[in-house]
């Protein structure tokens, strides 16, 4: 058991971490919404409970890997705001070089193995790192975020067979929001629990309440400590919610859903559920969650001017970087 | 037309931490579609022809009706999913706004807990696909359905074979009442976080209505050191600690740890105990309200919980009453005499 | 060739490749191998047979019947440090792992600006000849000569199948090493120890003066003996290897067709859509004014591998489809 000092600060972690991503999603929406930044984002907002909680358990020799709707998951990772901004602006100092952009944002020092553009890219991914974790025999893990969607896709399944059969130190975190990009999730799938699928391949399937953060945040951190033990992966499901739309911002109004589903969900936002009880427990009162706000957003805008005033790579980049030893 | 079977059929249940801190099934959502087919079948096999269900995202309970013929009239109530235990809630309550004669639950403690908050004494019938199953029963989901069907055609009333059980009332100072069904435990925690419980170092306190050996979870701490069956009028409670007694009990399924208890009590029902904060106090094994420093919550044993129908006794009332056979209030001889003539 | 071996001996193309994949689980901990069918069966062709035993479980792995997940862990063991050694059994089974080779493990590297290395070799097999039909039977090298971030190796002989694939697991990029299953007895000189043939170096293979004949994999003995052949009407024909397409060494090309002034590029692909046509275009583009005739190209025809040995048989190109070829190059001469 941590002790109160430990755990406040657990607590106030998690909060800054959802507050990180939610500010750095919303003014990211604004740019794109404004034409600054260029091509698609896929945000985050209602979700960041998952990588928050999920996260928080995790060093830098841990890896992850993302989706496309991955800038929650390096902003939790401890993502550089400057140089996240500057690659979905798609500057030179960006994390990517500007290269990647906003679906292929990484940070390999920091174990973020890519944000992914190809929905179900990841999990053969993640198992790969975690089967090196093993095979360097170390104890670090890998958390692979994947959706309702990507369940679907068979590289999934054949990243949970072989992660099973191998015991590798991974955990498929299936953030369930209930979409597969436009598609509501009965029809896409006859099954509503992706944790149903775990026992199909010999491992513990999860569900947890993906909106309390330290609902994931425990059952992560049990499933964490399973890897590590070397006792193989865990399908942890997360039920969330994506506030915004599939890509951009809108997320009312739309023809896939209603308008009072969206409102319903919202009523249970990661972030207000969480500074209530934080309130209510006298860990941070209102107060000192709008000073969070406050320096979060400063912190935003810094990195904003940064990435705009920043140059665009030069030409020369273009055909940098295709290989690592050009003949 | 008989009145309605209500249907709640959990599709989050058997799928908490404990499939991963303990050693719990996956009750897989197919399964239960399955179960809840037999159910249906077996009521109307027994004369049911209205269903009620609470509604969720994907239409298990609903598909559980396909292909079965126009007679049957089955409806959801109009609830917003949210899904959470709030659906369990305001799907009982419409259940009971509604008439129904009886509630068949698919779920574990939790579920049935959902539900009496939602219509605190219903006319229920159990099946158990949750964890820490104390409350319904592993019973086959035909017979439990002919057992509703008996229910509300009359044929066997849930007046003869379903006694109102016992249940732990929860008033907490300056919040909402709550309940619990087997029992509530307080746990020195500030979160409720992923909701079960299998720490042993965490107990401090808990009030039960039913203390059985023959189960796990907080039920089995109590009944492994004095059993209180359904059927006494009194509760059971425990305040853990050093001091008393070192117990191995099965705090969840396959989770055998050592607990202290420093002290076990029987309770009168009615007679309050006092439990205060900081700490969360776990309601049929899930941790749910958060007590603040110095809040206090009271808790009372009282036989004031759903009405629980006795599935086995109802159809050994039905066989008697020749429910099933043919031709309908046959006795015994008449049917020899029947049976001699068309030979 | 950088290094120069103290002894060799002549062994086969699968010995050579067996071999390099024990020196090289010996030299580098970080080398492990993966595939179906790879440890305790030591591979359907025998390219690691007994490597199991000698190297255990960990570092000789068995996976399910997965190409994307096989090929997906190699990606994330790569990108942590790891240098994977994946066996995809036939060639054609690269259509289900298509999106990790083609969208992860090319575009990687450069998708995050240059800071992921992935040094992943995937070896394959290619190549009809069997009677194995259209689904194990296919060379489909130019598909991934097409996406930049791959390297792309066929070697021709003992040596080179050697050679080349420790150049490719040293290497720090994605390579693919295509093999022909109809090498996999040929005998050849091999050195003992480890050694590299560079990637990106193509081999002159025979000399010549007046015409040229660039052939692949298992082309390149069918192009020595048409060579031979050709001799009687009077060709002397060079034959030029390129051992690796991606990168292509087109200098090495381009200096012998400046020289012979005819050339012909044959490889067992179909010729339609073929590496050919880009080496012609290469050829065009780099010696135009040498050329005495259109370049030409040999590949299969335009069918899938058909089973019948009868069919196969006019499937696959060989010595004489090559002869025929470059007669008709040479008949439309005036």
Aim: contains cysteine.
């Amino acid at each position: 058991m941590v002790d109160g000092n430990e755990e406040e600060q657990l607590l106030r972690d998690l909060h800054r971490r959802m507050v990180r991503i939610r500010v750095f999603e919303e003014e990211a929406g604004k740019l794109m919404e404004q034409g600054k930044i260029p091509g698609a984002l896929h945000l985050y907002v209602g979700e960041e409970a998952v990588a928050a909680g999920v996260i928080a358990h995790l060093s830098a020799e841990d890896q992850i890997t993302s989706t496309h709707r991955g800038h929650g998951h390096l902003v939790a990772k401890g993502g550089d705001f400057r140089l996240m901004y500057a690659e979905l602006f798609g500057k030179a100092a960006g994390y990517c070089k500007g290269k990647g952009g906003s679906m292929h944002i990484a940070d390999l020092d920091l174990g973020m193995l890519g944000a992914n553009g190809i929905v179900g890219g990841g999990p053969p991914i993640a198992i790969g790192a975690a089967f090196s974790n093993k095979y360097r025999g170390t104890q670090h893990v890998t958390c692979c975020f994947f959706g309702d969607g990507a369940s679907n896709e068979g590289t999934f399944h054949e990243a949970a067979n072989m992660a099973a059969l191998f015991k590798l130190p991974v955990i498929f975190v299936c953030e369930n929001n209930g979409f597969g990009e436009f598609t509501r999730q009965d029809r896409h799938q006859a099954v509503r629990d992706i944790a149903d699928r775990a026992a199909g391949y010999g491992m513990p399937g999860v569900i947890v309440d993906g909106m309390d953060v330290l609902a994931v945040h425990e059952a992560a951190g049990e499933a964490i400590a399973r890897a590590r033990r070397g006792e193989g992966p865990t399908l942890l499901e997360c039920k969330t919610y994506r506030f915004f739309d599939h890509v951009g911002v809108r997320g009312m109004g739309v023809v896939y859903r209603e308008d009072s589903e969206v409102l319903e969900w919202r009523k249970r936002d990661p972030i207000t559920l969480f500074e209530s009880h934080l309130a209510d427990a006298g860990v941070m009162s209102a107060d000192a969650a709008a000073a969070v706000w406050l320096e979060v957003r400063s912190e935003a805008q810094d990195a904003i001017t940064f990435a705009e005033q920043a140059p665009y790579p030069a030409s020369a980049a273009l055909l940098e970087d295709v290989y690592a030893t050009p003949v | 037309m008989p009145a309605p079977i209500g249907i709640i059929a959990n599709p989050a249940s058997g799928k908490d931490i404990r499939r991963l801190v303990a050693h719990a099934s996956v009750f897989d959502n197919e399964e239960k579609r399955r179960i809840l087919r037999r159910a249906v079948l077996g009521a109307v096999a027994a004369g049911a022809r209205h269903f009620v269900l609470m509604p969720d995202s994907h239409g298990l309970a609903r598909s559980a009706f396909d292909g079965l013929d126009g007679e049957i009239q089955c409806e959801s109530v109009a609830v917003p999913e949210t899904a959470s235990a709030l659906d369990t809630i305001r799907a009982a309550a419409q259940m009971r706004a509604t008439g129904c004669g009886v509630v068949i639950t698919l779920g574990g403690d939790g579920t049935n807990r959902a539900l009496a908050l939602g219509w605190r004494d219903a006319p229920l019938i159990a099946i158990s696909t949750g964890t820490n199953n104390v409350f319904p029963t592993l019973i086959e989901g035909t017979i439990a359905g002919a057992a509703a069907g008996l229910a509300v055609t009359g044929a066997v009333s849930p007046a003869e074979v379903a006694p109102q059980v016992k249940c732990v009332a929860i008033e907490i100072e300056g919040e909402p009442d709550d309940l619990a069904l087997i029992d509530a435990a307080l746990v020195a925690q500030r979160h409720t976080g992923a909701r079960a419980l299998w720490q042993p170092e965490l107990l401090r306190a808990a009030v039960l209505a039913r203390a059985e050996p023959a189960a796990t979870g907080i039920a089995a701490v109590g009944g492994l050191l004095r059993a209180v069956s359904g059927a006494e009028d009194q509760g059971l409670g425990l305040w853990f600690g050093p001091g008393g007694v070192r117990l191995r009990a099965p705090l969840a399924p396959g989770l055998y740890r050592d607990i202290d208890v420093r002290e076990t009590r029987l309770l009168a029902l009615g007679e309050p105990v006092a439990l205060a904060g900081p700490g969360v106090l776990a309601l049929d094994g899930e941790r749910e309200r958060v007590l603040r420093d110095g809040q206090r919550a009271f808790l009372r044993v009282q036989r004031d919980g759903p009405r629980v129908i006795d599935v086995h006794r109802t159809l050994h009332l039905a066989a008697q009453r020749r429910t099933f056979v043919q031709g309908g209030g046959s006795n015994p001889s008449e049917i020899e005499i029947g049976a001699r003539i068309w030979r | 060739m950088t290094t120069t071996a103290q002894r060799t001996r002549t062994t086969s193309y699968v010995n050579a490749i067996l071999e390099a994949q024990r020196q090289l689980l010996t030299a580098d901990p970080n080398v492990f191998l993966c595939g179906e069918d790879v440890a305790l069966y030591g591979g359907v062709f025998g390219t690691s047979r007994g490597l199991m035993a000698e190297f255990g479980p960990q570092r000789v792995v068995d996976t399910p019947i997965s190409e994307s997940g096989i090929v997906g862990m190699a990606i994330g063991a790569a990108a942590t440090g790891l240098r994977p050694v994946v066996e995809i059994m036939f060639m054609d089974f690269v259509g289900v792992c298509m999106d990790q080779i083609v969208n992860q493990l090319a575009k990687m590297r450069y998708m995050f600006g240059g800071k992921a290395t992935l040094p992943v070799t995937i070896r394959t097999m290619a190549g009809g000849g069997r009677n194995m039909a259209a689904q194990h039977s296919q060379s489909l090298e130019a598909w991934f000569c097409h996406v930049p971030g791959l390297k792309v190796v066929m070697p021709s002989n003992p040596y080179d199948a050697k050679g080349l694939l420790v150049a490719a697991v040293r290497d720090d990029d994605p390579v693919l090493v295509i093999d022909n299953k109809m090498q996999l007895g040929m005998q050849g000189e091999v050195p003992e120890d480890l050694y590299e043939v560079p990637l990106g170096k193509a081999r002159v293979v025979r000399e010549g003066t007046n015409f040229t004949i660039v052939a692949t994999s298992r082309m390149v003995q069918e192009a020595l003996a048409a060579a031979e052949q050709l001799g009687a009407d009077g060709l002397n024909v060079e034959v030029v290897d390129p051992r690796t397409l991606q990168p292509l060494d087109i200098e090495t090309i381009a200096t012998s067709v400046r020289k012979t002034h005819r050339a012909l590029v044959a490889h067992e692909a179909v010729r339609f859509g073929g590496i050919g046509g880009e080496i012609v275009a290469q050829i065009q583009e780099e010696a135009f004014d040498y050329l005495d005739a259109p370049v030409g190209r040999v590949g299969a025809p335009f069918s899938p591998v058909p089973f019948s040995p009868a069919l196969e048989a006019l499937y696959v190109p060989n010595r004489d489809t090559i002869v025929t070829e470059v007669r008709r190059i040479l008949g439309k001469q005036v």
